[in-house]
């Protein structure tokens, strides 16, 4: 049973009630996968670099813990300080421990949806360090007090108009100024000063490479540099999937990660940590969070191959009608739906649900993830660990006894169609959610068999 | 060549009109086909929904009614996907196997099997082609827009040679019209929306009908349509393939 509140059902219902704005939220994630389209077929090798990078993945995730190992290794050479973290609350202690040692009561971090799934910012807020988040669009959500939305677009749902009232009540713009160039000239101001007093940055990772050590952090706004070559202590955080054996596969990643993402050939910044520079300390965290438990299922294991590109959340339609927070999970969309159960099945087992089973996102997934394929796996699971109603449960059992037994399916068939002529108003009821916005088909006189019966004779 | 007609269950009850065009058409083709009448699901409905453990009776049921057959077709995508990925029984593993290889979609059937390249019928209107995601992306009766491959589609290969025909174009081709199965009560305002959109891309573009090879879908968009008051009218292909409208 579900225990939060409001699950995606409600939630979606809910963002579905300003009509105008989700045909906006759509049509904005639209143009991004349509960005993404046109980079993919702009390269004739798209499919098999997709492929490649599926088969790196396979390989890293068969032989993790030796390239852990080795990275590990290679990057104490380098002189940064390797922590292991088994969770989340582990991750979030020796962030904070890193801190205090240290003397340093406000951070900077650049994007990372890992310190999102371990809720770093709220446990660090609790000890009272301040975090400020430095990706735009990720200091926007936290001006507002909201998780971001989306894994590359963390505030796409806000209009910049909203904006524009968020940052005059925040960083003193002028009021109902919504020109994007202000806006983020404003945020640009705000952001430098505090590039420039803080001592500590977090940082996301984007790849790790055993052979070398090294890290590699991609983003658009340079803020990840900013921040980690400012500070005396730089912070890495990464999920233990992250590893790539050698230097030379980064080619195939970064060359797919921001034509999925964004539709651009690479980021603006791609940039590689190998070692601290003179003076400063540099401290990696390796965090399983679940993720070893999800290596062990067998159907579920290739979702560790994920780069974080968000192209399965642009191109769902779902995602773009329903919005990132009706997911309640740091990542949200169809990978957010397959990953999720694996943290907490009775939390999230109505995400795997919220889904046509499409297919598109398993489609245009980088490293091939079978996205839709889980989401039916997870849906088993589900249902047979108990995380399903007890209602929908006598109902399938009441279907499968009617449709595995011709007979019945033939009179209840009839007698359904009967009683829908003659009585519309049973199934034409606002108890009915097809009714809400559907109408009923109309029950047609005679069924196929009973004209076939009349018709042809019987085979 | 013996082929089987499985006719889904709601097609059965719902729309005789589509299982009977498809039925005449296959026939049209001098094609001797069997309908068995204990037919009923093919238990899409129970596993999508995670009930998979109780889709035995149905595939067992499936099975004696088929496995004679050397093809069985189908007037929905959606079905024959589940089929081909699903079909099992630890009984009857051989025919289940035999199964999973033969059923076909209509369209395909018609394309690949029969290799038909002539289709005589007429239909002097201006048609959107809702392409289903089970049928595209599943059975890969089209290519889809998320692949960087050569573009083909097997409906608008058959479509194409309709008489009076016009196909008008979308501007999302392949984008999911929302029905789901259980999908489409279970998140009733997503897929509702889903589905507008869907008709209005298609409203957009001056359709007089809109068709595909999933009456499911189709049932979907109809209920919206008429919702809606609109003028506009769903119809199977198989509907358009075995029409003659003068
Ligand atoms: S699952 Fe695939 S498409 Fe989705 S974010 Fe991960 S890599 Fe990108």
């Known amino acids: 049973m579900n225990t939060q509140t409001l699950d995606h059902p409600e939630l979606a219902d809910r963002f579905n009630k300003d009509e105008a704005r989700v045909d906006w939220h759509d049509q904005t994630l639209w143009w991004v996968r349509q960005k993404r389209d046109k980079a993919a077929h702009a390269l004739p090798e798209w499919e098999s670099l997709r492929e490649a990078a599926s088969q790196i993945k396979h390989n890293v995730l068969a032989n993790l813990d030796e390239y852990l190992l080795q990275f590990e290794a290679n990057a104490q050479r380098n002189g940064i300080t390797v922590h292991w973290a088994a969770d989340a609350e582990e991750h979030n202690r020796i962030v904070h421990q890193i801190l205090t040692e240290n003397g340093i009561p406000k951070m900077v971090k650049s994007k990372s949806m890992l310190t999102e799934e371990c809720h770093l910012n709220e446990y660090l807020a609790e000890h009272g360090i301040e975090v400020i988040d430095s990706d735009l669009g990720e200091r926007i959500v936290q001006l507002a007090g909201e998780p971001p939305s989306h894994i590359v677009l963390p505030c796409i749902h806000w209009k910049k108009e909203e904006i524009g009232v968020l940052f005059h009540k925040h960083l003193g713009t002028e009021e109902g100024c919504a020109d994007p160039q202000i806006l983020t000239g404003a945020a640009r101001l705000h952001l430098r000063d505090t590039f420039l007093t803080r001592r500590a940055a977090l940082t996301g990772v984007n790849f790790a490479v055993a052979e070398t050590g090294e890290f590699v952090v991609c983003t658009n706004e340079g803020n990840a540099d900013m921040g980690a070559h400012l500070a005396d202590v730089h912070i890495a955080s990464m999920g233990v999937e992250k590893i790539i054996p050698r230097r030379e596969h980064l080619s195939v990643f970064l060359r797919l990660l921001t034509r999925s993402a964004t539709g651009q050939p690479i980021t603006t910044y791609s940039s590689h940590f190998a070692k601290p520079r003179p003076g400063q300390t540099m401290h990696l965290i390796l965090v399983d969070n679940g993720r070893s438990i999800q290596l062990g299922r067998e159907d579920f294991r290739n979702s560790l191959k994920c780069i974080r590109c968000g192209a399965c959340m642009n191109t769902c339609p779902v995602y773009r009608r329903s919005g990132g927070h009706s997911y309640h999970s740091a990542v949200a969309g169809p990978i957010g739906a397959i990953l999720a159960p694996n943290l907490d099945m009775a939390k999230n087992a109505d995400l795997p649900f919220a889904s046509t089973l499409c297919g598109s996102c398993s489609n245009v997934c980088p490293v091939k993830i079978d996205i839709h394929q889980q989401l039916y796996k997870w849906r088993q699971v589900l249902v047979q660990e108990g995380h399903v109603t007890a209602a929908k449960t006598v109902s399938m059992q009441g279907m499968t006894t009617v449709l595995s037994r011709p007979g019945l399916f033939h009179l209840a068939g009839s007698v359904g169609r009967r009683l829908m002529k003659w009585f519309p108003s049973l199934v034409n009821n606002r108890l009915n959610p097809w009714y809400k916005q559907r109408d009923m088909p109309a029950p047609p006189s005679e069924s196929f068999s009973e004209w076939y019966a009349k018709n042809r004779k019987p085979s | ?246």
Do not use: W
Not at chain 2, 1 to 15: E, I, N, R, S
């Open chain 2, 1 to 246: 060549m013996k082929v089987g007609l499985f006719v889904p269950c709601y097609v059965d009850q719902f729309y005789p009109k589509v299982a009977i065009a498809t039925l005449e058409l296959l026939e049209k083709q001098g094609l001797t086909v069997g309908v068995p009448p204990r037919q009923t699901c093919c238990g899409q409905p129970m596993a999508n929904s995670g009930f998979e453990h109780l889709t035995g009776g149905c595939n067992s049921l499936f099975i004696e009614n088929f496995a004679q057959y050397d093809y069985v077709v189908s007037p929905s995508g959606s079905c024959v996907l589940h089929l081909k990925e699903h079909l099992h029984d630890p009984k009857h593993e051989a025919e289940a196997g035999h199964l999973r290889e033969r059923i076909f979609e209509l369209t395909e059937f018609l394309t690949d099997v029969l290799k038909l390249d002539t289709v005589s019928a007429r239909f002097p209107y201006r048609v959107g082609l809702h392409q289903s995601c089970h049928g595209q992306r599943g059975l890969h009766l089209s290519q889809m827009s998320e692949l960087v491959a050569p573009p083909f589609s097997k409906p608008v290969q058959l479509l194409s040679q309709v008489d009076g025909l016009e196909l008008i174009d979308l501007d999302r081709p392949d984008e999911c019209c929302g029905f789901g199965g259980t999908f489409c009560v279970l998140e009733e305002a997503v897929s509702a929306k889903m589905g507008k959109d869907r008709v209005s891309d298609h409203l957009r573009h001056g359709a007089e009908y809109i068709t595909g090879a999933d009456m499911s879908c189709l049932m979907h968009l109809e209920g919206l349509l008429h919702r809606q008051k609109s003028p506009v009218k769903v119809v199977h292909i198989a509907e358009i393939l075995n029409s003659n409208i003068q």
